[in-house]
């Protein structure tokens, strides 16, 4: 079988060494000189910034990206990091970091409820797992079950962090379903390397198996004939396949095959693909000489004005920074009405950082954001249309087509896993 | 250098920049260090830099 996989992000080079290690003939063409998309390093001033993700891994080496890494024959060592802690101010009342803070453990939230609501969430946390919530929004969820706005502020947080969206955006089921992922395969991980340590070793087993990555390379259409995908143009060279892999989501896939799916029957697909709303957010960077989080894993902070939470790679990966240096970085959720306003986004953003590490010394390296045609997520989690398209044998993988419950690579990987059987079977 | 609306600010030409030319904020700038040398524009996720002629 001749496969083309369009883009070399994580889910078109996951799919790349899925497809050749099965013996296929595959060729990845990649627009860019660099591979890895949104999932690779980033020199800069002696740092190894990143071109989108924060060099983690949300289930760490147990979860479903390491279990692919892993079934390829990927050598990547990833070294679990799943310290979470919170910033909370420390006078009860106070609504930000101004007057002093203390960082509480992740599973000591709901420390801060009344002792009636302490009792309610220990009697939730054992009956939605087998009665799962549905039907509304995290917020709306919320709501209904208590009147605690700490709730609302720490729910914020954690899906600002982890999905770039604010909790009356995410569906309830989404959020039970991570949840779930997070007792089967535990919190976040650091792959040594950063993300580009994924990438490399992906791009190892494409090359063992016969792939071939074609940089600087742009698809300009996907052949269709007789219904069904045939391969890809590239300038007025014609690449036949049985099957094609689009990493580019399902908008910007659409548009290379537009032709093929003028019909009636593609026009229920099409309107659907109208309502994605690519998820935003702000990146800020920073360079200390000290550390600034102080743990390998993750600092949420519910009180900041913009701030979701911040991580520090360089206490599992030293050499992601130069000898004595530690890499911060902050993410920020951008709302929709506020991608237009990007730079008081920034502002707001840099405010908290400095509220959050007061007395520390700390140089902004690089502030990077992320919308519309290069954004957090191509599709919302929990709102994308899946993997497979109207035309047999073109599929969407990537950030566009997760899959549920799957954390930002995380579901990549499961999107990736879930399309891989229905080929593979 | 001229960087069009495109630009969602992701800071890729900076770290390509040889010259350390290229500020960002939400959208990349190009500073008078800029030697329209053309490498940033390879690197664009979003085809937002053209070379002025």
Redesign the interface.
Known sequence: MKAVVIGAGLGGLLSAARLSKAGCQVDIFER???TG?RFTN???KGFQ?S??AFHILPHGPAGPLAQFLNEVGADVKIVRSDIITVRVPLKKGSQDYEKGFKDIPFNDFSTLLSHKDRLKIAFLIVSTRKNRPSGSTLQTWIRSQFKDEWLVRFADAFCGWALSLKSDEVPVEEIFEIIENMYRFGGPGVPIGGCKGVIDALESVIAENGGKIHT?TEVSKILVENGKAAGVLVGAEAHKANLVISNLGHAATACLCAEALSGEKDSGYLRRLETLKPSAGIKICLAADEPLVGHSGILLTPYAKRVNGINEVTQVDPRLAPPGKHLTMSHQYVAPDNVKN??S??ELGLQDLKEIFPDKKYETL??????????VNRAASGMDPGNETPIPGLYVVGDGAKGKGGIEVEGVALGVAATMKKILG | MKIND?C?????C???CKKGAIE????ALATDACVDCGVCV??C??KAIEVLA
């Open positions: 860019l000189p660099i998309g980033l020199s800069y910034l071109s989108g600087e990007l730079e986004e920034i690089l502030i990077q954001s992320y919308h519309d045609s290069w954004p | 495109n969602v600010g992701c800071g890729q900076a770290s390509f960002v904020k939400g959208k390879l690197y996720p979003v």
